[in-house]
């Protein structure tokens, strides 16, 4: 294609609002995909009582989770709904979240933390063993952070809604996190788990902790268990 009429199909493009949504970066897209049940679309509990019930919890039971409900909980978090459309609304259908999971107890899943694509609905290990104590101490020493079966942590590349919307984007960013949090609080209290959102913690000892890429910022870290009793 000459650099004239790339030009112009660019700018026919970019006349007709189309938007070119960024890619996942290469770190994250390494390693083979462990595939995940598939999620369910239907439950026994209606979104009213998820809303009025729902609690912050933050002791969990040494249960293990199963491979169904930790499919449903990312699902909820970041999976795809139709077409390239998530779970959680996006400024300009940009999508600059990523999820992490540092899995301690899932039945069928080794201890390890794992990156979700959305895509694939599935997960790349980024690397082995439970690192659930050295996250816990990377949030000032929360203990409950690391007292899950599990911990979702919820991680942003600025750039992908930046781009577009310029330093208003940083907002956006963060309005789709806690969106992408408040699914999984439902989500979780459907499947009669427990979650709390822990947001205080050393960004760089959890970018370090779970060995993310540079322009992934974490935002927040979810333990997600069953309740104790």
């Not at 040494?62 to 699902?75: G, I, K, N, R």
């Not at 309005?175 to 913690?201: D, K, P, R, S």
């Not at 959890?206 to 935002?219: G, Y």
């Amino acid at each position: 294609m000459s650099k004239c009429l790339f030009r112009i199909v660019i700018g026919i493009l970019l006349l007709s609002g189309c938007a070119f949504v960024s890619p996942p970066d290469a770190a994250a897209q390494s390693g083979t995909v462990i595939e995940l049940p598939q999620p369910q679309s239907g439950g026994t509990v209606a979104v009213e009582e998820a809303l009025r019930s729902r609690r912050s919890t933050r002791s969990f039971s040494p249960a293990s989770l199963s491979l169904d409900e930790l499919s449903q909980l990312l699902w909820a978090a970041q999976g795809i709904k139709a077409g390239i459309f998530r779970t959680a609304p996006s400024a300009g259908a940009l999508y600059p979240l990523e999820v992490y999971v540092a899995v301690g107890n899932v039945e069928g899943l080794a201890a390890g933390v794992y990156h979700y694509d959305p895509a694939t609905h599935g997960l790349r290990e980024i690397l082995q063993g439970d690192v659930r104590k050295s996250l816990s101490s990377a949030a000032y020493g929360q203990k409950w952070a690391g007292r899950g079966a599990i911990a979702l942590v919820i991680a942003a590349v600025y750039e992908r809604t930046t781009k577009k919307y310029g330093e208003r984007g940083i907002r956006y960013v963060h309005m789709e996190a806690g969106h992408a949090a408040q699914n999984v609080y439902l989500q979780a209290h459907a499947l009669g788990l427990g979650t709390v959102l822990v947001g205080a913690f050393m960004d760089n000892r959890v970018k370090k902790v779970l060995q993310l890429p540079d322009k992934h910022q974490p935002l927040s870290i979810m333990p997600v268990g069953k309740p104790p009793g």
